[in-house]
């Protein structure tokens, strides 16, 4: 598939055995997030460091990133989520839209509550004319 990032957003204590192991056999760069599908984990912390890691690998040369966790619907979706809030100047409703339109999504309740704040403080970061990504 010309992957050549990969996030996994279930590495960690309780993570799935695809850290950077995994994937020591193929020439893909790593980027792991430990992160738990649990409502009161703040996995906002990530969202900024992992959009621009994101936006890099996709700027570099054949750059194609596969960002995962356990389900594909939580964790991993809510970081796309960001990224495309952050990188492409997306509203929270039209990421979701976007990423919907290719597949099935379920952030949790916590984890939406946190790319809410975002929408806000970039609605806000836009008005006054700061770029985010």
């Known amino acids: 598939m010309g992957i050549s990032h990969i996030v996994n957003a279930a590495a960690g204590r309780f993570h799935i055995d695809t ?4 994937y020591k056999d193929l020439l893909v760069d790593y980027y792991g997030v430990e992160a738990e599908d649990n409502p009161n984990f703040d996995l906002s912390i990530y969202f900024y460091p992992v959009a621009r890691y994101i936006r890099a690998a996709l700027n570099s040369p054949r750059g194609k990133v596969l960002v995962h966790c356990a389900m594909g619907i939580s964790r991993s979706a809510t970081l796309v989520l960001a990224f495309l809030m952050i990188c492409e100047d997306m509203s929270l409703a039209d990421a979701i839209q976007a990423v919907r339109s290719h ?5 949790n309740s916590g984890f939406l509550e946190q790319l809410r704040e975002l929408d806000l403080r970039l609605g806000r970061e836009k008005r006054m004319g700061a770029g985010a990504c």
């Open 103 to 107: 597949r099935g999504i379920c952030p």
């Open 19 to 22: 850290g950077p192991k995994f």
